[in-house]
């Protein structure tokens, strides 16, 4: 982070910002704190959902969304210790959840992942493919080859080859739907990250691409594409308060976003109300300009 954090002061200099009231953000921070308490529908109900990277941030949120409507959740991540305390967190409030770990970039670990979830709940209703990773900071041209290797391998390609594995499982499905998270910087690049922004950008192409081939068979393929939002991952563009006015100098809400400002959308979408949503991407940005 204080890498990150060094590369943007760096980038961003002492550009004008816009002000931000802490009242405002404290206001609509608890309005979305007390929307996410308050989730009242069961649009999930008998669905058995997958969400890679799941035990923090938004993926945490996505879960724990789409257990509130109802579906059984598969969460995991890379250690056993944050799988454990996230599933403690979900059954303490009453979830359908069961959980292991999955590094996707691994192959074993996405085949155990789907050939566990198909053996134990009988099939795969709903992917959320959500992981990424970004080990490069810095101007793009300094990217190095196992640097772009290990961010395409991660973001792009473990995120094919799972849902490649997982589509046999889903066609059979009713209402089967996938979600990709992407990102704003697949549209606007961030400056300090630029081979993690690329991979981003080819997640759009990804989407539209399998919903195109998935469609026939009943499985719905669509992206979200978050902006500012506060988790650990993205921690250095929000917890200074003038990398924050910075990263929302285009953003219409000047507030970083909450995961379950993701999550409302993801259980959207892997709902019958958007059964004719396919190949779509939503930005969830508090209107960043977003153009490709
Ligand atoms: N936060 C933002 O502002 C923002 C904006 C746009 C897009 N996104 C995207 O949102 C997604 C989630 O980010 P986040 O902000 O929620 O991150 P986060 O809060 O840092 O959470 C990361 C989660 O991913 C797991 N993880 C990391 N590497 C993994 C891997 N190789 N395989 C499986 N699990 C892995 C971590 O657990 P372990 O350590 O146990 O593996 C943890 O559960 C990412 O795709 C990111 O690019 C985030």
């Known amino acids: 982070m204080s890498l990150l954090s060094n590369h943007l002061r760096a980038f961003l200099g002492s550009t004008f910002v816009r ?4 009242g405002g953000h404290n206001r609509q921070h608890s309005l979305v704190r007390s929307m996410a308490s308050a989730v009242a529908c069961k649009r999930l109900v008998g669905k058995v959902a997958v969400v890679t990277a799941s035990s923090e941030g938004i993926g945490f949120a996505i879960a724990k969304r789409l257990g509130n409507e109802g579906a059984h959740v598969v969460i995991s991540s890379r250690k056993q210790a944050n ?7 979900l059954r303490d409030a009453n979830l359908s959840v069961s959980g292991m770990v999955c590094h996707v970039g691994k192959a074993e670990h996405r085949t155990k992942l789907i050939s566990e979830t198909v053996a134990k709940h009988g099939g ?3 992917l959320v493919s959500n992981a990424a990773v970004n080990p490069a900071m810095g101007p793009f041209l300094e990217t190095t080859e196992d640097q772009w290797d290990k961010i395409f391998d991660v973001n792009v390609k473990a995120t094919f080859l799972l849902i490649k594995e997982c589509v046999p499982h889903m066609k059979t499905r009713k209402g089967a739907s996938i979600v990709i998270v992407s990102s704003i910087s697949g549209f606007s690049p961030f400056n300090v990250l630029g081979a993690y922004s690329v991979s981003k950008t080819t997640l759009l192409g990804l989407t539209k691409t399998l919903a195109a081939e ?3 068979m009943g499985v719905r393929v669509n992206c979200i594409a978050p902006g500012i939002i506060k988790t650990k991952f993205s921690e250095a563009l929000w917890g200074e308060e003038t990398f924050l006015k910075q990263s929302l100098m285009t953003a ?4 970083a976003g909450e995961p379950e400002e993701c999550a409302g959308t993801v259980a959207f979408l892997c709902s019958d109300d958007a059964s004719y949503i396919n190949g779509e991407n939503i930005l969830i940005t508090g209107g960043m300009q977003s153009r490709l």
């Open 252 to 255: 219409s809400i000047k507030r």
């Open 214 to 216: 998935c469609g026939p």
């Open 19 to 22: 002000k931000v009231t802490a």
């Open 83 to 89: 799988v454990d305390k996230a599933l403690k967190e």
């Open 124 to 126: 795969i209703d709903i």
